[in-house]
Every structure is written in C-alpha cells, then in structure tokens.
C-alpha cells in the first residue's frame, strides 16, 4: 500500500516552454501533497505544500507565478513549471500524507527528472 | 530554524553492521523517519520512530533515540551491496506536517 506514482519520470524540453508533472496517490487518499526539488549529491528541497481544493502554501524564495501547483483531488497533484529555463533543470519529487493518519508519514514518488535545454 | 545533520559519507564490508547517525535541533519532534534513495529514484520509506520510544527495531533495522542528546541512528544489520544507497533522517515538527530532512548519508557496501 501506500504507491506514488510519477508523470512523467523525465521530460527534456525547450527554454520557454512549460512542463506539466503530475503526482497521484494510487491506492489512498491525500489530503496533503508536497512538491520538493533535489539538485545532484543534494538533500531534497521543499518547494510547496498542497492542500486539495486550496491554494498551494510556498516555501520563501519559491516562485509561486512559476511553478503552478494544482491540487484537484484527494488523489492528484499537479506541478506546472512554467517558462522553464535550463536552471530549472533538476529532479522534482512529490510525496503524499494519507488522510486520517496519525503520523506525519510522507510517500514519495519515484521522481521527475526535467531537462531543460 | 530547524536543523538535520548527518555525516556525508560510509563504506562497510558486506556482512558488517553498518551505523548512520543523526543529529536536530528541534524540541517538539513528533516522529523521526529514515528514508533511503537509490540512484535516480524517489524515496523509500524505511521506518520511523515516536519520539517518546527509544528504540524501534524491524528485521535487519535497529533505531536508536536519544531525545536528551537529539541524536538517531539507523543501524542495518548484516549489510549487503543492495543497501548502498542514500539514506536521510527526517524530523517532523508537532507544529507543522512538514518534513526537515538532513543532508543524506552514502552508504557504499564493499564485496
């Protein structure tokens, strides 16, 4: 139990354009999704907290107007990075916290790797 | 703000028990979490701890926790070259469902 999953794992695309990730829990609910940034021999950055149906909380220095997150449903998170340019090259991980548990227990997918030429 | 250390780097022989430490700094931790991440991928989930127990144990996993010290430690015992691998310390504050994570220890096990 307890799957993430990924779309894609990786995505190479132009500067200028905008790349779409998508987060889904697939056999539970959650009611808080994060989205976090890894740079190579790096530990993870947390970029954004997600709550469905609200607006992303964003981590200071994160630039909410250039990476959308979209919380929709209890099962899905969306992380749009938009006008990509080559420093937003990196490995972009989503976890999730199942609804109702007593933990703090984050489910992380298995990453989203984003070239940026 | 809150703080995770951790030491960079490790190597064992395989067969060997293998310790990684952890050092936080924050006083109201909930639950303390040991990830593992293998090249190109996400993270797993290895185990976690209450921070009212001091010790958790799970097959070849052994958590320590010293809460006075806010030291924890993963040992794994009988290390084999499938567990070469980052592994991070998170800690969970009482006051946010926000993970802090430390900065990932490598773990090489040599044949």
């Known amino acids: 139990g307890a799957v993430v999953s990924q779309h894609p794992s990786w995505v190479i695309c132009k500067s200028g354009t905008s790349v779409k990730i998508e987060c889904r829990s697939l056999d539970f609910q959650a009611t808080t999704m994060f989205w976090y940034r890894q740079f190579p021999k790096q530990s993870l950055m947390l970029m954004a907290t997600?709550?469905?149906?609200?607006?992303?909380?964003?981590e200071q220095g994160v630039e909410k107007d250039k990476f959308l997150i979209n919380h929709a449903s209890l099962t899905l998170s969306t992380l749009t990075v938009t006008s990509a340019h080559p420093e937003d090259s990196s490995f972009y991980i989503c976890s999730a916290q199942e609804e109702g548990m007593s933990t703090d227990t984050q489910y992380f997918g298995p990453g989203t790797r984003l070239t940026v030429l | 703000g809150e703080d995770v250390e951790q030491s960079l780097f490790l190597s064992v022989r395989e067969g060997d028990s293998s310790v990684i430490n952890c050092t936080y700094t924050d006083s109201s931790s909930t639950y303390l979490y040991w990830y593992k991440q293998e090249p190109g991928a996400g993270l797993q989930l290895l185990t976690y701890i209450f921070s009212n127990m001091d010790m958790k144990q799970d097959q070849r996993l052994t958590v320590l926790l010293n809460k006075k010290d806010k030291h924890l430690s993963l040992r794994i015992a009988d290390t084999q070259t499938g567990d070469s691998a980052i592994y991070f310390c998170?800690?969970?504050?009482?006051?946010?469902?926000?993970?802090?994570f430390g900065s990932g220890t490598r773990l090489l096990v040599r044949p």
């Open positions: 997600s709550n469905e149906g609200s607006k992303a909380t964003y």
């Open positions: 998170a800690d969970s504050s009482d006051s946010s469902y926000k993970l802090i």
